[in-house]
């Protein structure tokens, strides 16, 4: 894999940075491609070197979070449910301005879809749950119900302003998961 120039590197983190702070701002339909270039002190066309416009900006940050959610999936795949949850909960964390504004702004339904499908289609390679406490329930239901429970606590802990240390979130949402999924 080659080497990302840093010059590149520095200007598509501070357009990612902008969007992301002018959507907490303002509505995503009313940011110009202009105001994102001046709020990452970059001309129009670094942007449009690397995006088609701010849709597929948007689209491409939304995807390179949910990877990384992917990919932090993957690497605690063998941590009880309080410990990969603990993972994902520092990630929220680190990205605060991301997540809290894309779960409380209009492209809200869209991400919180992708989030969504992510947790769903985690849950169903990772555990079987049709077996246990679940027997004989319909494994669709059972994946709504719980994908819907993680993507609500977290949409909570956001709007309330991270009330919770994100060891506790991790710790509390886990012991739900474990106690349910048995």
Known sequence: MSKV???IAKSQIAIKNAV???MS???FDDITIQ???DRADVNRGTIYLHYTNKYDLLDKMIEEHIENLRGLCQSASEMTFQEGNYVWYEYFERNYLFFSTMLASKGAPYFRSRF???VIEEFKTEMDIAAGKNYGLNVDVILQFF???VVGAVEWWFKEGMPL???VMAEQT???LDRNLE
Do not use: Q, V
Request: hydrophobic letters at 40%; proline letters at 4%; zero cysteines.
């Open 5 to 7: 120039d840093r010059r």
């Open 20 to 22: 992301t702070e002018l």
């Open 25 to 27: 701002e303002k509505s």
């Open 35 to 37: 105001d994102i270039a």
């Open 116 to 118: 969504l499908d992510l």
């Open 147 to 149: 994908g819907s429970a």
């Open 165 to 167: 240390p994100a060891r």
């Open 174 to 176: 886990g012991a739900l």
